[in-house]
């Protein structure tokens, strides 16, 4: 059964992407971005928790995506909005990018995008996140995981 907390974290990651999209589309507004990073980590946090947040931004392996994604958050803050979310966006793709391929694994059973994303093109394209150069840089035969 899911928590509360979870069920109340998702919603507001939802809401965080619904804003962080508006305020694209209102051509950068930076109070509807802003809006959205604070809905999105505040979600984020519920979601997994606490203790799961903390660890997830302190790895040492993700230090520049964190330092992209809080520093893009800053500027937005700074109503730098465009660079702001651009620094964001590089953030985003370096600390999530190995998620992208599972999801795109669960979306090919979806009923309606399903064949969008079965197509040979969609797929390499985000395959490319999973293997993006960092699992030969760690030297353990390319597994992302090493053994402590």
Do not use: H
Request: proline letters at 3%.
């Amino acid at each position: 059964m899911v928590s509360d907390n979870t069920k109340i974290g998702t919603g507001l990651l939802f809401l965080g992407c619904v804003f962080l999209v508006l305020g694209v589309i209102f051509l950068f507004d930076s109070a509807l971005l802003a809006l959205g990073d604070i809905l999105f980590l505040t979600g984020l946090t519920m979601t997994i928790g606490v203790s799961r947040t903390v660890r997830f931004f302190t790895r040492k392996d993700r230090l520049r995506g964190i330092l992209a994604f809080f520093g893009g958050i800053i500027l937005v803050m700074c109503k730098w909005g465009m660079f702001g979310m651009i620094l964001q966006l590089y953030g985003i793709v370096y600390l999530f990018g190995q998620f992208f391929p599972i999801a795109a694994q669960s979306l090919k059973s979806a009923p309606v995008i399903g064949s969008v994303f079965q197509t040979p093109a969609v797929e390499r394209f985000f395959n490319s996140f999973g293997s993006s150069g960092k699992s030969s840089s760690n030297g353990n035969g390319g597994s992302m995981y090493s053994p402590v």
